[in-house]
């Protein structure tokens, strides 16, 4: 019923044409907000940078990795002594 309550202050054609008018605005500023978004988004899912960050992760684990292992061998060669 919320949207009911929007028309019932239309009494005149007049009114009908601001209120057409409001809302082809709000949908043009929502429309424009969507297409910048979409650019935003495609400027920062290019193939450069999917490569960069893909092969970044990996460099990031892989050290965590040769560290971890490093601990590991450097724990294990002193409780064997």
């Known amino acids: 019923m919320k949207t009911r309550s929007k028309y019932l202050s239309v009494h005149s054609l007049e009114d009908l044409d601001e209120a057409i008018a409001r809302n082809r605005g709000r949908i043009e500023r929502k429309g424009k907000e969507v297409a910048d978004r979409f650019a935003e988004v495609q400027e920062f899912y290019t193939p450069q ?15 965590f990795y040769r560290n971890a292992l490093g601990i590991v061998g450097a724990l294990k060669h002193k409780l064997l002594k």
Do not use: D, M, V, Y
């Open 49 to 63: 940078h999917l490569i960069t960050q893909g092969l970044r992760q990996t460099a990031l684990n892989l050290n």
